[in-house]
Every structure is written in C-alpha cells, then in structure tokens.
C-alpha cells in the first residue's frame, strides 16, 4: 500500500522569507500523481500544486514549487515571498494512476501546519 | 470559482444514531467521494462514486456506511449507527472526469461528534 509521510508537524516563517515543506512517499507504482493541498481555518482543501511523475521537470504556480526527487521518493514543497494568507495546514498527496482505472483515491499525508510570522 | 457545498458545518449525534451528511457537488460534475479526518490524524478515502454506483472504497466503508444520489444534485454518506470512533471531519469531494491528475474540489467538511 501507498504511504505518504509528512515528518513536520510544524513549521513557521518570517514574511517575505521562504520556507520548504517536506514530504516523503512509499509506492511500487511508475506512474503516479503528486499533490500539494492547503486547508486554511475555513477547512477547505485547496489544490496548492500538482506534479505528474512521468516529468522530470518541477511544477511550478506563481510563489510555489517543488523539488520531486523521483528516485530518493520526496516530493517538498518551496514557498517563496511568504504571506500571512499563506497561514494554514498543509497536505501532501499521492494519486496512483492506472490506465483502467479513473478516478483512484488520493492518499494524504498527515499534514505539516504552517505559521508565517509577520 | 464554483464551489462544493456542504451541509451541516457541525453534526452533534448520540452513539446507535444514523446521520445523513449532505453534499452538494459541483453541477457538471461526474465523479464523487467522501474523506474523512479524524482529529490529529491524515486525511483518509472511504468511497467514490460514479454514474450512481461505487468506483471503489476503503476497508473503513463497511457496512455502517452507504452514499445516495438521490435526485441528481445531492450526495448523501449514511452513517446507519454511529460509534464514538466515527467522529471526524467529513469531506466531500467532486471532479469533473475521473482523470487521475485532475484537481478534487473538496467542501469544507461536516464536523461529526458523537457522544
């Protein structure tokens, strides 16, 4: 089965400064999909960033990337220029992906919660 | 940006008690789940649904639980007879296809306490 582990519980950052959120996965799969999930105090799971694992090159979206390490099975989370609206948990999660199966499950992580401190 | 809608915000049920948690997808949605977090914990899968049946479901969805599309708009989880394990945060979620790199809508959760 497919783990996801997320070995911050916590971390803070000053505004304007960047922080890196850690993520690690366990899969036998090939082809697989990668997530970044934000769920600020109002509770909604807001889709952060996504990476395909068939692209060697890193997403990016505006002050957010990542850093997916395919072989070493890390996929972190950089946020650059932090913004008090940047305040909330973060979740890291993994999407299987088989050809005759749609529609497969994310797994999540267990979370990391961050603090931007102004 | 269209948003999935869910409702109550706060469910408060007595232990043996069934519960109706409602759900409103997103209109031209096909494809719907139901997670769940209990405090403190990862947010996990229990079911998702298509054109009115199961996709697939967790080892948590046992028997207890059930989803319904009634009339086409709403989806339903029942919970038959709840236990104090199941209080959770209950999130519903809904896609447009079942393409496995498309970004889920989530709602922002039903809060079950059982007591």
């Known amino acids: 089965a497919q783990t996801v582990t997320q070995s911050q519980p916590e971390m803070s950052v000053q505004e304007a400064e960047t922080v890196t959120l850690s993520c690690t996965y366990d899969?036998?799969?090939?082809?697989?999909?990668l997530f970044w999930y934000k769920q600020p105090p109002s509770r909604q799971m807001i889709l952060v960033i996504r990476?395909?694992?068939?692209?060697?090159q890193n997403a990016t979206e505006n002050r957010f990337s990542v850093n997916f390490q395919k072989a070493a099975k890390s996929f972190s989370l950089k946020i650059s220029d932090s913004q008090l609206g940047d305040a909330a948990m973060y979740f890291c999660?993994?999407?299987?992906?088989?050809?005759?199966?749609?529609?497969?499950?994310?797994?999540f992580g267990k979370g990391t919660r961050l603090s931007v401190i102004a | 940006e269209p948003e999935v809608t869910q409702t109550p915000s706060h469910q408060v049920t007595q232990m043996g008690q069934e519960v109706i948690l409602r759900c409103v997808p997103i209109?031209?949605?096909?494809?719907f789940y139901w997670y769940r977090q209990i405090l403190g914990q990862k947010v996990e899968f229990l079911v998702s649904?298509?054109?009115?049946?199961?996709?697939?479901k967790s080892e948590i969805f046992d028997d207890q639980f059930s989803v319904e599309r009634p009339d086409g708009s709403n989806f339903t989880l029942k919970i038959r007879s709840t236990k104090l394990e199941d209080s959770a945060m209950y999130f519903c979620?809904?896609?447009?296809?079942?393409?496995?790199?498309?970004?889920?809508?989530f709602g922002s959760g039903t809060q079950l306490s059982v007591l």
């Open positions: 990476q395909e694992a068939y692209k060697q």
């Open positions: 999660a993994y999407r299987r992906d088989y050809v005759d199966s749609g529609n497969t499950p994310l797994v």
């Open positions: 649904f298509y054109n009115n049946e199961i996709s697939e």
């Open positions: 979620a809904s896609t447009k296809s079942g393409q496995n790199n498309e970004k889920l809508f």
């Open positions: 209109s031209n949605h096909l494809y």
């Open positions: 899969t036998s799969e090939s082809d697989y999909y």
